[in-house]
């Protein structure tokens, strides 16, 4: 018996349907990182539970690696059962979880309060990445992939601007982000359930290259193997490489207005002023480098394109961590020349990487994008338990350095990737021969 909130469709959706679901599914991951936001509370978190930064950090991280596995279950699962069967119910969970913090008082309270989010909501936007691949055609991918990721990146400012506005009204509790955190999510969760579709198993086997031209790729007797992703040199690549990648994005949003503080000087609100321009060409880029990749059809240039820029500003910044005469809009527009760079390329990849696994298999986009989810959770926990450790015993200049070489050893990884380099080599799509069980091992 099929679920009321299920609705499976038969023929693919064109126009202003399929832009609805899309934007339902960047709303869905939109709102479940925004649940995961805790960096605007976390100084009055800490101080209400007589708890020390190094405690705090070891939470997150195992939060992290309990999120981390979760992604890669709920990969799979959205591939079996389907997305919106699984994502609509998890989100509803979500909620619960966050009037669940509101009852913390205590670190293990909070370990249990933030492995409980932290499960269901990696399994949850497991889901939001195969959704966006699935109403998004290869003519139009990058754009897509542009936006969803504009979710991780806006929770940031959505946080920080509501807990702004709203923590003077209730006397700077802490627990009163996480009671509007719940009331958000449900409103959410609901336009959601109400608005969103998923294909049906039949059209989620088919590449789409236009809104009404398909190829199919799996024969319907040949069963997905999610094991045999890895069996290609090209994912290998993809995950590895976006892993080095990761390192310096990832260092950037986590720990960004604290290294620029402690590396010039700079007061806390300074620091957040630079950083903020950092996301904001971060999020013009990645939807613009999208729609270009998208109309010319083409992924790694862009991709290595954007990489070799950001490697090249990231290098003039560690050269400007030994100055102490650097001005602010020095640094503002190299952080925002680095934010931009990095969008550059990270829109095409994801389409890149998306078509690959597409190749693959169609049916097999959760687990992929769930291998995904895992790859950055993991460079995450890395990021938690390395960074403070090497700034402690040598300095932020060191782990810049360390971060400019992972980014430096993607490059040669795109090299594996698949896709033309030149709009001149794209031939008329063809569809890859069928998958079968052995193939797929091979």
């Not at 090497?390 to 200049?397: K, L, Q, R, T």
Request: charged letters at 15%; one cysteine or more.
């Amino acid at each position: 018996m099929r679920l009321s909130y299920v609705r499976e469709l038969d023929e693919y959706p064109t126009g202003g349907r399929r832009i609805r679901i899309l934007s339902m599914a960047v709303l869905a991951v939109l709102i479940g990182s925004y649940e995961g936001q805790i960096a605007p509370v976390a100084p009055l978190l800490l101080e209400d539970l007589d708890m020390s930064l190094s405690t705090y950090g070891t939470i997150s991280a195992l939060a992290t690696v309990a999120g981390a596995l979760a992604s890669m279950a709920g990969g799979r699962l959205t591939d079996t059962l389907g997305r919106v069967r699984l994502l609509i119910p998890l989100m509803l969970l979500t909620t619960v979880c966050c009037v669940l913090m509101t009852t913390v008082h205590s670190p293990t309270q909070l370990l249990l309060a933030r492995i409980a989010l932290s499960v269901i909501d990696g399994m949850a936007l497991a889901g939001t990445a195969p959704l966006v691949r699935d109403f998004s055609p290869r003519m139009g991918r990058a754009q897509a992939f542009g936006f969803w990721t504009w979710g991780p990146v806006g929770a940031n400012f959505l946080a920080a601007a509501i807990a702004s506005a709203t923590l003077p009204l209730f006397h700077d509790s802490w627990r009163s982000q996480f009671v509007i955190m719940a009331v958000v999510s449900l409103a959410a969760s609901l336009v959601i359930a109400y608005n969103i579709a998923d294909l049906s198993p039949e059209l989620r086997g088919r590449i789409q290259q236009t809104e009404v031209r398909a190829i199919v790729t799996a024969g319907p007797t040949a069963p997905p193997r999610a094991r045999g992703l890895l069996a290609h040199r090209n994912m290998v690549a993809h995950v590895v490489g976006i892993g080095l990648w990761l390192v310096l994005f990832l260092t950037l949003s986590l720990y960004g207005p604290l290294m620029l503080g402690e590396s010039f000087g700079l007061s806390a609100s300074t620091a957040a002023g630079i950083m903020s321009v950092f996301w904001v060409l971060n999020l013009v880029t990645v939807v613009v480098s999208g729609r270009i990749s998208d109309r010319l059809q083409l992924r790694k240039p862009l991709c290595v394109g954007g990489t070799l820029a950001a490697v090249a500003v990231t290098g003039y910044l560690v050269h400007l961590m030994d100055r102490q005469d650097v001005s602010h809009p020095h640094l503002m527009i190299t952080g925002a020349l680095l934010g931009g760079a990095m969008g550059v390329a990270y829109g095409p990849w994801m389409a890149n990487f998306s078509e690959d696994a597409e190749n693959i298999d169609p049916r097999l986009q959760g687990s992929a994008w769930g291998l995904f989810g895992f790859t950055s959770k993991a460079v995450a926990v890395l990021a938690l338990f390395a960074v403070p450790r090497v700034v402690e015993h040598a300095s932020w200049h060191l782990w810049m350095v360390i971060a400019l070489g992972c980014m430096v050893l993607f490059l040669p990884a795109t090299l594996f990737f698949h896709g033309p380099w030149r709009r001149a080599a794209v031939a008329p799509a063809k569809a890859p021969e069928p998958v079968t069980p052995r193939a797929a091992a091979d």
